[in-house]
């Protein structure tokens, strides 16, 4: 059980472009999903939270017009970087949490590289 | 501020015993947790400790004290494929997770 899936797993694309990610909680409904980015050798970072049909709450520091997220259903949410830079290249890593321990489940991440 | 500490690397003996400790000062707590982090993998949950103690959950086990912020994890009977990176995070409030840098150990034969 608590299987999250994000797709794709890797993509390239040129400067300028936008891009989108799924996450996906496969066995359970995720009352709660976030985002991460981690930057080699380094720690995951968060950047967002989303709960189902609401705003996402974003983190100092990230633009939530340039990282648009969408949680549409309890077992879908979606990163869309807008306007993707080489600064944004990442792994992009989603999470997707219920119940009482709020443990998160994460998915396989996604290697976003902006040439 | 928040802050989590964890080494940045440990090396161990593969069939051996090796701890990793966290410390961490944050503004809220409602649990901590280890995951295990491949090269290139997303994490993978190992334990979850909110009250004090161990909790112990086949080779690895997790110890939590909350008076003195300071948990560690351990892991027995060392494998090769044990070597990842192991971060510890807590529950701040809301659910969110704060992450430690994690702690690169590498088994050697």
């Known amino acids: 059980g608590a299987v999250v899936s994000q797709h794709p797993s890797w993509v390239i694309c040129k400067s300028g472009t936008s891009v989108k990610i799924e996450c996906r909680s496969l066995?359970?409904?995720?009352?709660?999903m976030f985002w991460y980015r981690q930057f080699p050798k380094q720690s995951l970072m968060l950047m967002a939270t989303?709960?189902?049909?609401?705003?996402?709450?974003?983190e100092q520091g990230v633009e939530k017009d340039k990282f648009l997220i969408n949680h549409a259903s309890l077992t879908l949410s979606t990163l869309t970087v807008t306007s993707a830079h080489p600064e944004d290249s990442s792994f992009y890593i989603c999470?997707?949490?219920?119940?009482?321990?709020?443990?998160?489940?994460f998915g396989p991440g996604t290697r976003l590289t902006v040439l | 501020g928040q802050n989590i500490d964890q080494p940045t690397e440990m090396t161990a003996t593969e069939g051996a015993i090796v701890q990793i400790n966290c410390t961490y000062q944050?503004?809220?707590?409602?649990?901590l947790f280890w995951y295990q982090q491949h090269a290139g993998e997303a994490p993978t949950f190992l334990s979850y400790?909110?009250?004090?103690g161990l909790e112990e959950k086949g080779r690895f086990s997790s110890f939590l004290s909350r008076s003195k912020g300071y948990s560690y994890l351990l892991l027995k009977e060392l494998q090769m494929k044990d070597s990842a990176s192991y971060l510890c995070?807590?529950?701040?409030?809301?659910?969110?997770?704060?992450f430690g840098q994690g702690t690169e150990l590498s088994v050697k034969p």
């Open positions: 999470s997707a949490s219920s119940g009482a321990t709020d443990t998160q489940y």
């Open positions: 400790n909110v009250l004090d």
């Open positions: 944050t503004s809220g707590f409602n649990g």
């Open positions: 989303s709960n189902e049909g609401s705003k996402a709450t974003y």
């Open positions: 995070a807590v529950n701040n409030q809301g659910g969110k997770l704060i």
């Open positions: 066995d359970f409904q995720a009352t709660t």
